[in-house]
Protein backbone atom coordinates (compact mmCIF):
# COMPACT_ATOMS: atom_id res chain seq x y z
CA UNK A 1 0.00 0.00 0.00
CA UNK A 2 1.02 3.13 -0.82
CA UNK A 3 -0.24 6.75 0.23
CA UNK A 4 0.07 9.52 -2.06
CA UNK A 5 -0.96 13.47 -0.93
CA UNK A 6 -2.04 15.31 -4.23
CA UNK A 7 -3.84 18.71 -5.01
CA UNK A 8 -6.83 18.35 -7.63
CA UNK A 9 -7.53 20.68 -9.26
CA UNK A 10 -10.92 21.04 -11.68
CA UNK A 11 -11.62 23.07 -14.32
CA UNK A 12 -15.76 24.58 -14.77
CA UNK A 13 -16.39 21.75 -16.92
CA UNK A 14 -15.89 19.11 -14.60
CA UNK A 15 -17.27 20.14 -11.12
CA UNK A 16 -19.84 19.11 -11.10
CA UNK A 17 -18.55 15.13 -12.06
CA UNK A 18 -18.57 12.47 -9.69
CA UNK A 19 -14.58 11.39 -10.30
CA UNK A 20 -13.53 10.72 -6.74
CA UNK A 21 -16.46 8.47 -6.72
CA UNK A 22 -15.20 6.37 -9.67
CA UNK A 23 -11.87 6.73 -8.18
CA UNK A 24 -13.36 4.42 -5.49
CA UNK A 25 -15.52 2.08 -7.58
CA UNK A 26 -13.22 2.11 -10.84
CA UNK A 27 -9.36 2.36 -9.17
CA UNK A 28 -10.00 0.81 -5.53
CA UNK A 29 -8.53 3.48 -4.26
CA UNK A 30 -9.34 5.47 -1.07
CA UNK A 31 -9.13 9.44 -0.96
CA UNK A 32 -8.62 10.93 2.41
CA UNK A 33 -9.89 14.74 1.78
CA UNK A 34 -7.95 16.97 4.06
CA UNK A 35 -8.94 20.57 2.21
CA UNK A 36 -11.04 21.49 -0.67
CA UNK A 37 -13.08 24.40 -2.36
CA UNK A 38 -15.61 23.98 -4.60
CA UNK A 39 -17.65 26.68 -6.48
CA UNK A 40 -19.68 26.47 -9.89
CA UNK A 41 -16.80 27.50 -11.78
CA UNK A 42 -13.63 25.86 -10.42
CA UNK A 43 -13.14 23.72 -7.66
CA UNK A 44 -9.73 22.10 -5.66
CA UNK A 45 -9.36 19.41 -3.40
CA UNK A 46 -6.56 18.27 -1.21
CA UNK A 47 -6.16 14.63 -0.75
CA UNK A 48 -4.17 12.05 0.27
CA UNK A 49 -5.23 8.68 -1.99
CA UNK A 50 -4.17 5.23 -0.68
CA UNK A 51 -3.89 2.01 -2.16
CA UNK A 52 -2.02 -0.59 -3.94
CA UNK A 53 0.93 1.39 -6.15
CA UNK A 54 -0.56 0.71 -9.55
CA UNK A 55 -3.97 1.14 -8.80
CA UNK A 56 -2.93 4.96 -7.41
CA UNK A 57 -1.03 5.43 -10.80
CA UNK A 58 -3.94 3.79 -12.58
CA UNK A 59 -6.09 6.52 -10.76
CA UNK A 60 -3.84 9.91 -11.06
CA UNK A 61 -3.55 8.87 -15.05
CA UNK A 62 -7.37 8.27 -14.99
CA UNK A 63 -7.89 12.05 -13.38
CA UNK A 64 -5.31 13.75 -15.69
CA UNK A 65 -6.40 12.16 -18.81
CA UNK A 66 -9.93 13.47 -17.78
CA UNK A 67 -8.78 17.02 -17.60
CA UNK A 68 -8.11 17.82 -13.98
CA UNK A 69 -5.02 19.21 -13.00
CA UNK A 70 -3.00 16.91 -10.84
CA UNK A 71 0.01 18.25 -8.41
CA UNK A 72 1.95 15.73 -6.13
CA UNK A 73 2.17 18.02 -2.82
CA UNK A 74 4.78 15.63 -0.89
CA UNK A 75 6.27 12.23 -0.23
CA UNK A 76 4.79 8.43 -1.45
CA UNK A 77 4.21 6.78 1.87
CA UNK A 78 4.63 3.04 1.73
CA UNK A 79 3.18 1.06 4.15
Same mark, same amino acid.
Given at each position: ??????K????? +? =??? &? %???????RE??????? $?????????????? +? =??? &? %???????????????? $???????I???
Amino acid at each position: MIEVRVKLTFPE +E =LVR &E %PLIARLVREYDVEPNI $RRANVDDHEGWIVC +E =LSG &E %PAKVDGALAFLRDTGV $RVDLLGDIVES
